[in-house]
């Protein structure tokens, strides 16, 4: 039954440890770069608890990791959007300043010339 105990602790830790992974490399995860450097400290002492024996205090531990982890996943999604956010800021503003300009230009140079034209005929 320990022996049971101890790998399910092993296998969970080994869970977060790729789930943290997943977040360190997603989008979005500056946002919670505090909170996956935390997580990872909590799992690496419960791994130690784990092998030193300590499955209670190893399970604290884990417990943490995975409240952390929910608190990660929302904050590299929060993270998602506001990237997207300023991406869609960036392009209205280049909107905006730059290929508005450039097009209400092009149109006055396109009447001017069909001006011209309709001179000419």
């Known amino acids: 039954m320990a022996n049971a105990a101890d790998r399910s602790g092993k296998e969970e830790a080994a869970q977060y440890e790729k789930m943290l992974a997943q977040h360190e490399a997603g989008p979005g995860a500056a946002a919670a770069a505090e909170d996956i450097e935390k997580a990872h400290e909590w ?71 069909m001006a011209t034209l309709k001179s000419q005929l």
């Open 43 to 113: 799992l690496s002492n419960a791994k130690i608890l784990l092998a030193n024996g300590d499955k209670d205090g190893a399970e604290v531990l884990l417990r943490r990791v995975g409240f952390a982890l929910e608190l990660i996943d929302a904050l590299t999604t929060v993270g998602s959007l506001q990237e997207a956010a300023d991406d869609q800021e960036a392009a209205h503003y280049k909107a905006t300043n730059e290929q508005i300009p450039a097009l209400k230009k092009e149109i006055e140079e396109l009447k001017g010339k």
